[in-house]
């Protein structure tokens, strides 16, 4: 490396070429190098991403003619979704049934959260990779052994049906919108635990000794520290599984049946057998804007209510 | 004796909940493979005998490996780029003072957060007016949007965990940047970029949202079997196969966590 090194000091007392200048710069000022670090990213985050998305706005506007597009602007899709009442009912249920399984799941993981933060103190990499681990496999076969699990035929109904304990299958279970929240519930509860784990062990130990030492039992310390100091946690798990679930058709497709299938189903069809795409686009944009609102309405909420708390 | 000790007693009912909650975890994924190994077309109680019927058929059709193929394909290649990229935008974040570093890490977030529809949708409406055509390169780009959240997040702890002054003293004591990336950075974040290309290949070879908008004749597996869910008959060779990616997903998350693991809890003690 010394004939490199013994190569460039010539270099930089010889005039500064083009190149010579620009990677002076470069090395001056940390900013530019970091951008240019990042650029690849961000040029791939921006055509995959940010472009995508102005297209999709532009083409929510135009009108389908046959297999092509009638360009001229126009809000007819967005005064078609809400005039007919389906698409707006579609919404409101793919919203109440994310709500629903994003409630199970921060409830459900939560004390598993605490546990591992609190009470697991040797191997608690095991245990986070235990927790973690289903969420990187296949998200369509972990909605499949749901399938599995539920069907008419499925485990559940044989396994029950065999001991006697009922005469007929449970119809409830598959192809309901029962079935679709448990099946959200368990395929994002991986996904749930991290932010509330991460913010349980970030909590100072020494708080819950104070608490204790000035009298506080076991409940009121919970309430009035590990609660309150975790909730960051809790809403970072909140919205991490609302946001994506609410566009989820997978699992509505999967297990939904009529009665389960979500907004996600709709924009699917009108890219596929509909094929109304600008139609597609107003009823994507209409679902990000919810879930915009929604998102901030609830970041807004336990916002002041934890500025009420403390 | 410590109050630590009280706070950090064994909880029993807790003790037993975790242990509940990784069982059903698990429980209802572990099905595929009872079944798969079942002497029955029907997924149903009770079980017949065993076989390995639905295996060897997999073996005589042509599309499951045409279609393993591809997927093999978009995953090495997803998984090289998005950790490539991944291992710069990582350097980026934790090495620079980043003016604006808040949103450009959200907006590199983003694709973990979205509903993928909407980007699979978006995507595909940008291919379409471009006028190019649907194939397995569509379905690769896709996936290293869908990947790289996963590789940098990865990859910053790693960053993060080594102390920035040895790259200091490297570039003091005469090395370049490029030969200080080689000699010193690299070999600290190497488990971080193994991991990185582990995961990332996992998450493209399951991947199913973008595969379904952005795939044009060429299947990926997960398409394929998404397309054999209609046929009663393929159900049970779907559970083979199911079962066994689903044990290699498992493994090869595994490994790379397990070979990430000194940077994770580093972390998150740090945290």
Redesign the interface.
Request: charged share 10%.
């Given at each position: 490396m010394s004939a490199d090194h013994a190569t460039e000091i010539p270099g930089r007392t010889a005039p500064l070429s083009k190149t010579g200048r620009l990677s002076i710069m470069l090395q001056k000022s940390e900013s530019l190098r970091a951008y240019s670090l990042l650029s690849p990213t961000l040029i791939i985050m921006a055509i995959g991403i940010l472009v995508p998305f102005g297209i999709l706005i532009v083409m929510s506007f135009w009108t389908q003619v046959g297999f092509g597009f009638d360009m001229a602007p126009t809000v007819a899709n967005y005064e078609m979704a809400g005039e007919r009442p389906i698409y707006g009912a579609l919404l409101k249920r793919s919203l109440w049934i994310s709500s629903a399984a994003t409630v199970a799941t921060v409830l459900l993981c939560y004390p598993m959260a605490y546990f591992v933060a609190f009470h697991v103190h040797r191997n608690k990499m095991m245990w986070i990779v235990l927790m973690t681990l289903p969420f990187w496999t296949s998200y369509l076969l972990r909605v499949f052994a749901w399938k599995v699990v539920l069907g008419y035929d499925g485990v559940i109904n044989s396994a029950l049906m065999n001991t006697g304990l009922v005469e007929a299958p449970l119809e409830f279970l598959l192809y309901s919108q029962t079935a679709v929240i448990i099946t959200l519930a368990h395929a994002w509860a991986a996904f749930a635990i991290l932010p509330m784990y991460v913010s349980l062990e970030k909590i100072d130990r020494s708080l819950l000794e104070a608490a204790t030492d000035l009298g506080d039992g076991p409940v009121m310390r919970f309430l009035r520290i590990t609660l309150p100091l975790s909730l960051p946690g809790v809403i970072s798990a909140s919205l991490l599984i609302f946001i994506p679930t609410t566009g989820d058709y997978i699992t509505p497709a999967l297990l939904g049946g009529p009665d389960g299938s979500m907004i996600g189903n709709l924009i699917q069809k009108q890219f596929g057998a509909v094929n109304n795409w600008p139609m597609g686009a107003a009823l994507a944009i209409i679902l990000m804007l919810s879930i915009a609102v929604i998102a901030l309405g609830f970041m807004f909420t336990t916002n002041y209510i934890r500025k009420r708390i403390s | 004796m410590k109050?630590?000790t009280?706070?950090?007693r064994?909880?029993r009912p807790?003790?037993l909940?975790?242990v509940l909650?990784?069982i059903?975890?698990?429980v209802?994924?572990l099905?595929?493979p009872l079944?798969s190994f079942n002497d029955s077309i029907?997924?149903?109680?009770?079980l017949k005998g065993f076989t390995l019927q639905w295996y060897i058929e997999l073996i005589d059709r042509e599309p499951v490996w045409a279609s393993l193929m591809n997927s093999i394909k978009v995953g090495v290649t997803t998984s090289i780029i998005a950790t490539?990229?991944?291992i710069?935008?990582a350097?980026?974040?934790t090495?620079?003072?980043?003016?604006g570093r808040g949103p450009?890490v959200g907006?590199?977030m983003?694709?973990?957060?979205?509903?993928?529809?909407?980007?699979g949708?978006?995507?595909?409406?940008?291919l379409s007016?471009l006028g190019v055509r649907l194939s397995l390169y569509t379905v690769t780009?896709?996936h290293?949007?869908v990947c790289?959240p996963f590789a940098?997040a990865t990859l910053i702890p790693r960053f993060e965990g080594f102390d920035k002054s040895v790259e200091e003293a490297s570039a003091d004591l005469?090395?370049?940047a490029w030969?200080t990336f080689w000699r010193v950075t690299f070999p600290m974040v190497f488990p971080g970029i193994l991991a990185s290309l582990l995961?990332t290949f996992?998450?493209s070879f399951?991947e199913?949202?973008m595969a379904?908008?952005l795939s044009g004749t060429d299947a990926t597996l997960?398409m394929y079997?998404?397309s054999q869910?209609r046929f009663p008959q393929s159900f049970p060779s779907?559970?083979a196969m199911?079962s066994i990616?689903?044990l290699v997903?498992?493994i090869l998350?595994?490994l790379g966590?397990?070979i990430n693991?000194g940077a994770?809890?580093g972390s998150?003690e740090s945290?």
């Open positions: - | 109050s630590g009280y706070i950090k064994t909880n807790l003790q909940y975790a909650f990784l059903a975890l698990y209802p994924v099905f595929l079944f029907y997924v149903k109680f009770p490539g990229f991944g710069f935008a350097k980026a974040i090495r620079y003072r980043l003016p450009v907006f590199i983003l694709p973990l957060v979205v509903p993928g529809i909407i980007f949708v978006a995507l595909l409406v940008l007016q780009m896709g290293i949007i790289l940098i005469g090395e370049n030969w995961l996992t998450v399951d199913f949202i379904f908008f997960p079997i998404w869910l779907i559970l199911a990616i689903l997903s498992f998350v595994f966590q397990w693991r994770q809890s998150l945290e």
